[in-house]
Every structure is written in structure tokens, then in C-alpha cells.
């Protein structure tokens, strides 16, 4: 009897096993190819040509949408990563060489300065590979983003040098401190430019009312205001993005000048001069609220070598001067 159990039970569990193998073979596995690092990554080249990375923009779009914002953004041969803002919350994207892509939250975001994924230009990675093989005749290893700085990062395989530094379109390949070669200071999206100064300055109205100092340049901005007797430093970036705030002491007294006063459109008056010749030649700008010939000024420096080194004028751009005129 016991021998009889036995042989039904093994009966049994046969049938089972064929039922299974059955069904499986009815609706098969759960198909995984869709999903991030499953399946078959079937890819010609790399993620760093063009074509390829338009799966990455691709990715990022779906995940974040065109207008979300990025912060920082690594591109390797078969995988990229991104750090991005969404709601205040910091949310990171992996994406495989299938264009894949899974994302996550990692907390509160500080900070930063970020850039919309709509911006990125998947023909800036051609561009920069040819140049960088250019100037090395090695390959390039994986390219970083900054979002704030709106720079391409390109580090090399091997040899020297080791890593260059390009724009946005991938144009303007240089070493880390070379000056751009690229005439950036009259891009659409420079902070020189009216339209986005003035965004800077309505930013800076939520801070304070009078204005301690202000440089400017194409990327960033550098503001010290004064609110309730104490100094506020804010840094600001594209899309005038607020990237850093420090409040301090005011101890003694400061020079300042009223915050209405400051105008957008003086860099563009000064630029249209025939000693600037264009705001594209404009480097940065730094505005002085200690009175010079009894006015506030604001000083626009011009390309390293160039005569005169920057020009100066009103509160309003006007009355355009520079070191040694009229000696």
C-alpha cells in the first residue's frame, strides 16, 4: 500500500509539472525588455554619438517632461545618469544604452542651478568627440553636464590632456580656465541681456531694497542687498535661478543705492558703443554704488588684451567713458 501511495503521488506531481510547463509555454514569461537593464540592449556605436544620445534626451523627456530641470547629467559609452529638481524634491535618472530608463527621489534638493531637458542638443556630443580627437587623438571615456554652468565637461580615455571644458552646443572646446572662444556674452539666454537681468533684479526685490554691489556675467550673478539692517549675499544663474543665499552682520557703513534705480537695459546702451562693438564682447559686468564723479557707476569688462581693458557710464548705461580718456 505504502509502495502504491508512493507511485500516485509521483503521478501527481508529474501532472503538475507538465500543467505548468504548459501554461508557460501558453503565455510566457513576463516580458522584461521594456524595463531598465532587462532584455536585449541591441545598439550601433555608443551613447555618446548623436543619434544615440537622442535616446537619452528621449528618456529624460519622459521622465521629467521637456520643461524639467536637470542638474547635472553623466554620459558614459553604454549607460547615462542624471540628478534632477522636481518639487523641491532631488529625483535621479538612470538610463541604459536601449534608452531605458528607471528614476527615484533622494531627499530635499538645495540649491542649485539646473537647466530644462528641452535645451539639450544631441548634435553637441558629435561636436565634441571630433574636437577632442582633434586635439589628442584618443577617444573620449564620458562627458559631464553642469546645469548651472550650462557646460559640457569631457574627460579622455588616456593621454594629455586629461579633460577639456565646451558649451552647451559643444562648440568652444578649451582647457578648464582658457577663455571662451565662443562669444557668449550675447546669447539668448545671457544674464547681460535685458530681458534676464531684469528677471534677476524682480528676484532680488523679494530680498532687499538697496543694492551694496552687483556683478554680472553671461551665466551667473553676484548680488549683496541690504534687508532690515543686515547684508543678504545671493548668487543667481540662469533663468535667474537662485543658487546660493547668506545672510550677514552689516558692521559700519556701506555704500548702496536704491534697488528701482538700477537699470537692465544699461549694459545693452553701453554694449551698441563702437569701442564695445557688441554685447557678444562683453565679458562681465560689476555695478558701484560708491558715487565716482558723483554718480553711481557700472563698469563692462571687454576680451583679455582689448584697448580700452572695460568702459564705464551711468546708472542708465549713458554717458560711456574709460581709464585715460581725454589724456
Known amino acids: 500500500m505504502r509502495a502504491l ?18 501554461l508557460m509555454r501558453e503565455v510566457g514569461p513576463a ?49 547615462a545618469s542624471a540628478t534632477a529638481v522636481e518639487g523641491g524634491r532631488q529625483v535621479n535618472v538612470r538610463i541604459d544604452a536601449a ?20 535645451k539639450l542638443d544631441a548634435d553637441a556630443l558629435d561636436v565634441i568627440r571630433e574636437a577632442a580627437r582633434e586635439e589628442t587623438g ?57 530681458k534676464n537681468l531684469q528677471k534677476v533684479l524682480d528676484a532680488v526685490a523679494k530680498e532687499g531694497d538697496r543694492v551694496l554691489d552687483l556683478t554680472v556675467w553671461p551665466e551667473r550673478a553676484s548680488v549683496q542687498v541690504e534687508s532690515k539692517g543686515r547684508g543678504v549675499s545671493l548668487s543667481y544663474g540662469y533663468d535667474a535661478e537662485l543658487t546660493g543665499r547668506d545672510v550677514r552682520s552689516l558692521n559700519g557703513s556701506y555704500e548702496s543705492i536704491p534697488l528701482e534705480r538700477v537699470d537692465a537695459r544699461a549694459l545693452e546702451r553701453m554694449a551698441k558703443s563702437k569701442y564695445v562693438k557688441g554685447l557678444k564682447r562683453a565679458q562681465y559686468a560689476i555695478l558701484r554704488p560708491q558715487p565716482i564723479e558723483n554718480t553711481p557707476q557700472w563698469l563692462l569688462y571687454l576680451p583679455e588684451g582689448n584697448d580700452p581693458p572695460y568702459v564705464t557710464a551711468n546708472l542708465k548705461g549713458r554717458g560711456l567713458s574709460w581709464p585715460g580718456r581725454g589724456f
Open 138 to 194: 584618443e577617444p573620449v571615456k564620458n562627458v559631464t553636464l553642469q546645469g548651472g554652468s550650462r557646460q559640457w565637461t569631457v574627460y579622455m580615455l588616456r593621454g594629455e590632456p586629461d579633460s577639456f571644458v565646451a558649451n552647451l552646443d559643444g562648440k568652444g572646446l578649451r582647457l578648464s580656465g582658457e577663455p571662451n572662444p565662443e562669444p557668449v556674452g550675447g546669447a539668448p539666454d545671457s544674464l547681460l541681456r535685458a
Open 31 to 79: 516580458d522584461l525588455t521594456g524595463q531598465y537593464g532587462r532584455g536585449d540592449a541591441a545598439i550601433t556605436g555608443n551613447l555618446m554619438q548623436s543619434e544615440n544620445f537622442a535616446r537619452v534626451k528621449e528618456a529624460l523627456e519622459r521622465e521629467l517632461g521637456p520643461d524639467g530641470r536637470i542638474s547635472y547629467l553623466n554620459v558614459e559609452l553604454l549607460e
Open 5 to 22: 501511495a508512493v507511485f500516485f503521488g509521483l503521478i501527481a506531481t508529474l501532472a503538475g509539472a507538465y500543467g505548468g510547463f504548459a
Open 99 to 118: 534608452g531605458r530608463s528607471e528614476r527615484n527621489e533622494s531627499g530635499e534638493a538645495t540649491p542649485t542651478g539646473t537647466m530644462p531637458v528641452s
